[in-house]
């Protein structure tokens, strides 16, 4: 559906930059270019912006959320101290507490967003996409949210999902239904 609707904007944008553009095509067809070139010129550009677009920016985009995404883990490494570090069953350091609080308020706040662009009257004027954008925000909130209050779900229900394993098949199923410490 993305990919229709982001074909539909080019689609659109094109259709205005050649409909500004005619002065400038219609001489050129005058000074002796044939419809052909004209096209080419135009499907040129085109490409250009098309390739220039697509590939630096996904690029920098996937450059900076890799980076991005990279430092919490670093930093919880940098917690481990050096002794704890070479022991076997090291865990380390949590974000613990303040991971959750901050995962339950852009959850929360992601929901109660989510409502007003879904059922308020929102418009372009109040926010930035009208309840369209609003709606994306409150998604991103919730998205977020969910993420960092996933390993307060995740033990339980890989216990709960293992319990049948663990007692239909022995040793083998409880072994395959434990769950390592969270992190």
């Known amino acids: 559906m993305g990919l229709f609707v982001g074909a539909f904007i080019i689609y659109n944008t094109f259709s205005i930059i050649v409909a500004q553009r005619t002065r400038e095509l219609g001489l050129l067809k005058a000074v002796g270019a044939t419809g052909r070139q004209v096209t080419s010129s135009v499907a040129t550009e085109a490409l250009a912006v098309g390739v220039f677009s697509s590939v630096v920016v996904a690029l920098v985009l996937g450059i900076v959320v890799t980076l991005v995404s990279a430092l919490s883990p670093a ?57 369209g954008g609003l709606v994306g925000l409150a998604a991103s909130l919730v998205f977020v949210g969910v993420a960092m209050l996933s390993p307060l779900v995740a033990g339980p229900a890989a216990r709960v999902l293992g319990w049948p394993t663990a007692h239909l098949r022995g040793v083998t199923g409880e072994l395959a239904a434990r769950t390592p410490p969270a992190t």
Do not use: K, M, N, Q
């Open 75 to 131: 930093r919880r490494a940098a917690r481990v101290a050096p002794v704890a570090a070479i022991t076997e069953h090291t865990a380390g350091p949590t974000s613990g507490t303040r991971r959750y609080v901050i995962g339950g308020l852009f959850t929360a706040v992601g929901v109660v967003l989510l409502f007003v662009g879904l059922f308020g009257h929102v418009s372009s004027a109040d926010v930035p996409g009208g309840a």
